[in-house]
């Protein structure tokens, strides 16, 4: 008992001892800082005249939060056709076309671009606030903190300018020295967010209204900080895993006019169980007059716990300034990993073991405040959710984000490639290399990127910015890279997101190596070749020898999802989607809407698993960046992500089952086709990218080819000593007769090892198929027996020639099998320009078709041998059998198959061709016996009755 007594004492004093010290620490923290956060005294400047009288010496007379942007706090003006946004608009029709006159009206003003604000401001906006500098901070170097400005900010004290700062990724730091007098002083900062002399473009992500919106504002830590005038202005680290140590630079600001004799002391530590414990180390100094850096080398122990993916090890160094005659101390505390991140041949390694980089974009989307958030929890939250579906990379689109994003990167082992800010594309006198004002506002930002975040073990890569412009590009570029790469080699820099590729790039970000580039349309590999998934991209990276990351694949799109609308109680409301909810009602589609959602989602999916197991199936390859994992609501809406703008998931795929195809670890399967016949042998090799956290160890890889409910129809297994890191590693050949299928259906062949599976869809139809019968006439154009067999009473199938439709009864509409590529504004109506189909798979008409509700793979061959028909053009109460989900721009009632009356006679109608080449085209072959099989039985009962004036006019 009296140990316990004892033990319980001891606890108490030690609690207690702990309490008092981060009182005393939190009161320390207290006394030489001033938050200030809070109300501020605010005024618009739209006519810029608040420098000339001299605004800053009187009193506002409005109120505003902060943190906080204008439009956070209803400022602003009301949304109008003459708003000046930031970012391009390609598409004007809303600006002039008849069917948008209603949105243009005051008062139900909605615009399709992006989404749209409450409010909206450009121009410079004036804070001021009333500070209390106590008598405790005489004798101190005063600075004044801004975490994020949006963006170019000039303050002042009472009448005294400070300065000017104007980072889009960084904080601003102004100091205000030592001669501040205590008592109440008046702080007054105007920020302006006019693009003018520097001019990054106005679809940077940094500063448009395509997604964070260009506010006005000042966010995160917002703070006035008393400093000894001997003080740590920044420290660098900088890791050497080989040698076990880390080398620190230290910048020593000396504000006294006079050499001091100060003490460094180093400790680094961290809080992982059983980790070696470091010693401290102390090293003194004079510090000379103004700035100096000072170098010290740190040991790390024998065995230093090293960051990557899997184990995101982390250590903090505690630096310590003590001044020797006057006592004073400065610290500062940093957040640091040892890591190795390089280039290894054409791919990347991480502490010399390969990596491949899984990355989407973040393009600062933040639909409840149109800023980014600052706090660690919610980057957590975002990152968190990037993890689950098995990324490990976040490119960060021509901005850089607070230093939340990068702790949170940290603790997560994600890879960040962060931009200086800038999309200079050659448009509105946006370039970069040609002398402008830019070129040195990127070495400027640049500069200040890697001081605020270079400590990161994230922050890996770095650009300029996206897709550049301008005549003396390439010589600029080249002449950034080489910059930082003698100047700091703690991570790998490339010139820009996209282009230009030169040899001096640690690694190429190009959009080459992809399934379906800009322009492509309908010529590229997943809408022009038969679906198989035995290629990758070695001819495309051969050419190169540094490794190469592909930029911006997928851009796969969905339907807009309409529950989606309420999700907007911010400052971005979604009135893009309300435009395109009306169209769909005006159509008559209003309730297939959700129906929409979910088969153009699985199309979605399908594109995106083709997409990334092509860049994993690559020997030799570094990895992708995908356009993007959530929705990008600017640019003309596009709805390209699994996730929406607030990193939450849709419906129709989960994290798991994205996982199986985008992971560390992913099986693969070389299909030669994805469509078979029973007389067919299946012979597809399996393979593996291992980018785990080590080889595996005698693996079992076992497959099965089961049918849709699930029974296993064939299976086997392959086992191997070892499989180490890397891709295209070869686990053995499956060799299947199929005939034992008697049916036209869809299967799965699933593989696995252990917890690691993939599966994929295939199609097989009998080779022979029995007669159908002969009552059901078969004809590509109305003829003369076929209107005589309709006029008889008989059954009609009438299956169109592609290309014979007529343009405006559907002929014109691009249809392609892969969903729309970004969207239509932004590619000028790149095809296909609709999203796949949709259809009931247990329509009688489809019992002999392996058919889902959704494109898959069988759905190929129709989708590239037809025309679209527009439904309302035939009969506005058709309900088609195969339905097209066409753009939620036009919303045009589209259909592949439908069933009518005519005169006498029953009619069905394909505008897929479904007779020409037959013997090759085995999906053709069976969807028409099905429906033949349909047509010939008591099921075929078409309700509604069509003119045949009307069928007759669908066609050339």
């Known amino acids: 008992m009296n140990r316990y007594f004892q033990s319980l004492q001891f606890i108490l004093v030690a609690l207690l001892l702990t309490t008092n010290n981060a009182f005393a620490q939190s009161k320390k923290e207290n006394k030489d800082r001033i938050d200030l956060s809070g109300t501020w005294s605010f005024q618009t400047d739209s006519f810029d005249k608040g420098v ?4 800053y010496s009187r009193k506002l007379n409005e109120e505003i939060k902060l943190p906080g942007s204008m439009t956070t706090n209803g400022k602003g003006d009301e949304v109008s056709t003459k708003t000046p946004w930031a970012g391009d608009i390609l598409d004007m029709s809303w600006f002039k076309n008849d069917e948008y006159a209603k949105y243009r009206q005051p008062g139900n003003i909605k615009i399709p671009f992006w989404l749209q604000p409450t409010k909206y401001y450009r121009g410079a906006a004036w804070y001021q606030k009333t500070v209390n500098v106590p008598a405790s901070w005489k004798g101190k170097h005063i600075q004044l903190f801004i975490e994020r400005s949006h963006w170019e900010t000039t303050v002042w004290v009472d009448d005294v300018k400070i300065g000017m700062e104007n980072s ?78 880390v080398l620190v630079k230290l910048e020593i600001n000396n504000t006294t006019g006079t050499s001091k004799e100060i003490s460094i002391d180093l400790m680094a530590s961290t809080n992982k169980s059983g980790a070696e414990k470091l010693k401290p180390l102390t090293k003194s100094l004079t510090a000379k007059e103004n700035i100096q850096v000072i170098e010290i080398t740190y040991p790390m122990g024998s065995n230093p716990l090293l960051w990557n993916e899997f184990h995101p090890n982390l250590y903090n160094l505690n630096v310590t300034l003590k001044q020797a005659v006057s006592k004073e101390v400065d610290s500062k505390q940093i957040s640091f990993g040892m890591r190795d991140f390089k280039a290894k041949g054409t791919q990347l390694s991480i502490n010399n073991d390969l990596i491949f980089l899984r990355g989407t974009l973040d393009c600062a989307a933040f639909p409840k405040t149109g800023f980014p958030p600052t706090d660690v929890t919610s980057w957590t939250k975002i990152l968190s959710q990037v993890k689950s579906y098995g990324l490990n990379h976040v490119r960060f689109h021509s901005w850089c984000p607070p230093e939340a994003a990068f702790t949170a990167a940290d603790k997560l082992g994600i890879f960040v490639q962060a931009e200086c800010s800038a999309w200079s594309n050659g448009e509105k006198g946006a370039v970069i ?59 790998l820099y490339t010139t820009a997101a996209g282009w230009p590729v030169v040899e001096a790039s640690d690694f190429n970000n190009t959009p080459d190596p992809r399934i379906q580039g800009w322009g492509a349309g309908l010529t590229s590999i997943i809408n022009k070749e038969a679906p198989r998934s035995d290629y990758d991209w070695t001819n495309i ?37 309300e435009i395109f909810q009306d169209k769909l009602k005006e159509n008559g589609m209003g309730k297939l809407a959700d129906s929409f959602v979910l088969a153009s989602g699985k199309l979605q999916a399908l594109c995106y698993k083709a997409d990334i197991e092509a860049a994993l199936r690559t020997p030799g390859f570094a990895g992708f960046q995908l356009l993007g994992l959530n929705d990008f609501p600017g640019q003309g809406t596009a709805l390209v992500g699994v996730l929406d703008p607030f990193w939450e998931a849709k419906d129709y795929i989960t994290a798991t089952e994205y996982s199986q195809f985008c992971n560390s670890v992913v099986l693969l399967a070389r299909f030669p086709k994805m469509n078979y016949t029973n007389d067919e042998e299946l012979v597809v090799p399996l393979e593996i990218a291992n980018f785990g956290d080590g080889p595996i160890k005698k693996p079992v890889i076992n497959w099965s080819i089961q049918s849709e409910n699930g029974n296993k129809l064939f299976s086997g297994s392959f086992t191997s000593e070892s499989i180490p890191l890397g891709n295209a590693i070869k686990l053995g050949t499956i060799k299947q007769q199929i005939k034992s299928i008697t049916k036209a259906q869809r299967l799965i062949l699933k593989a696995n090892i252990g917890s690691h599976a993939n599966q994929w869809d295939i199609f097989v139809y009998p ?31 009438l299956t169109f020639k592609k290309g014979t439709i007529k343009p405006e009864m559907g002929g014109s509409v691009q249809i392609g099998f892969s969903s729309i590529f970004w969207n239509t504004a932004w590619t000028r109506k790149q095809p296909p320009t609709t999203l796949g189909i949709l259809c009931n798979p247990k329509h009688p008409a489809l019992t002999n078709f392996p058919a889902q509700y959704h494109s898959n793979w069988q759905w190929w061959d129709a989708m590239t041998h037809s025309n679209t028909i527009k439904l309302d053009a035939v009969a506005p109460q058709l309900n088609p059998i195969v339905r097209v989900i066409d753009d939620w721009v036009t919303a045009t009632p589209l259909g592949l198959v439908f069933e009518c009356k005519v005169g006498n006679g029953k009619l069905m109608v394909s505008s897929i061709d479904l007779i020409s080449d037959q013997n090759t085209r085995p999906e053709a072959r069976q969807l028409l016996y099905s429906l033949k099989k349909y047509m010939s039985s008591s099921n075929f009962k078409p309700s509604n009755t069509v003119d045949l004036v009307k069928i007759q006019g669908l066609y050339n």
């Open 433 to 491: 290399g040609d002398g402008k004002p830019l070129d040195k506002y990127i070495y400027d930002e640049s500069e200040k990127m890697i001081r605020a975040y270079g400590n990161h073990p994230s922050f890996v890569m770095m650009t300029y910015g996206n897709e550049p412009g301008g005549k003396n590009m390439v010589n600029y570029l080249t002449e950034f890279v080489n910059y930082w790469k003698a100047k700091d080699k703690r991570r």
């Open 52 to 55: 000339s009288e001299k605004w």
């Open 541 to 577: 990276i051969s050419k190169w020898k540094q490794p190469t990351v592909s930029h911006e694949i997928g851009q796969w799109c969905v339907y807009p999802n309409f529950r989606e609308i309420k999700k907007y109680d911010g400052i971005l409301k979604a009135k893009n989607f």
């Open 767 to 797: 080779a022979s198929l029995p007669e159908s019968a002969n009552s059901v006439v078969v004809t590509q154009t109305l003829d003369t027996k076929a209107i005589e067999a309709l006029n008889e009473g008989r059954n009609v199938l």
């Open 168 to 245: 889009l990724g960084t904080g601003h730091l102004f100091d205000i020295g030592s001669k501040l007098t205590s008592g109440t002083h008046r702080l007054t900062i105007r920020v302006d967010n006019q693009i003018k002399d520097i001019n990054m473009g106005d679809n940077a992500h940094s500063v448009t209204d395509h997604t964070q919106t260009n506010w006005n504002g000042m966010i995160g830590e917002l703070s006035m900080k008393a400093r000894p005038l001997v003080f740590i202005s920044d420290v660098q680290l900088y890791p050497d895993i080989d040698k076990k140590q």
